[in-house]
């Protein structure tokens, strides 16, 4: 089943070659499309390793990998705009909880998923990592109650960490 030009309207990255990687943190780059499996309700999951963001104070470099699963409604964000857009991050300073949640809030703005979470696993600096999670549900309907429930039991059994 392909596509049609309405339900990719506004996808102007994907298959351009001329794509310009913005200097700064750019929430604008993202781009969605339709759902063409609104009747199911799945997990669409990006683990993006290579995340870099400044500590807003000493300006070095912060490592991690992103983790973004959501179970889309109508919109999903298109790939290389996401790509793009955490590229972004590079020069942008924030603590690694401002980064998942304004990540988060990005991408329930362009979506309005049904269910999201944002997980980063950052790279000890100073002798610590720091692994902040965020969820979100929509409101009033069951997905919220799986926010509550995922956000209480997170972590209770963390998996084998191999990228640090």
């Known amino acids: 089943m392909s596509r049609n030009e309405q339900e990719t309207q506004g996808v102007t990255l994907l298959g351009n070659q001329k794509v310009q990687y913005?200097?700064?943190?750019?929430?604008?780059?993202?781009?969605?499309?339709?759902n063409k499996h609104q009747d199911?309700?799945?997990?669409?999951?990006?683990?993006?390793?290579?995340?870099?963001?400044?500590?807003?104070?000493?300006?070095?470099?912060?490592?991690?990998?992103?983790?973004?699963?959501y179970i889309p409604d109508v919109r999903m964000v298109e790939s290389k705009?996401?790509?793009?857009?955490?590229?972004?991050?590079?020069?942008?300073g924030d603590f690694h909880e401002d980064c998942v949640n304004i990540i988060m809030k990005d991408l329930?703005?362009?979506?309005?998923?049904?269910?999201?979470?944002?997980?980063?696993?950052?790279?000890?600096r100073g002798g610590i990592s720091i692994d902040p999670y965020c969820n979100y549900g929509r409101p009033g309907t069951k997905w919220e109650k799986m926010a509550f429930d995922r956000l209480t039991n997170h972590d209770m059994y963390p998996e084998k960490v191999d990228n640090r």
């Open 108 to 124: 329930i703005k362009l979506m309005d998923p049904k269910y999201i979470e944002v997980w980063g696993k950052f790279t000890p």
């Open 22 to 34: 913005p200097s700064d943190y750019n929430p604008d780059i993202l781009e969605s499309f339709v």
């Open 81 to 92: 705009s996401l790509k793009l857009y955490l590229f972004s991050f590079r020069n942008h």
């Open 40 to 69: 199911n309700d799945y997990f669409v999951k990006f683990n993006c390793p290579e995340f870099t963001s400044l500590c807003p104070i000493t300006g070095q470099p912060d490592f991690a990998t992103i983790y973004i699963s």
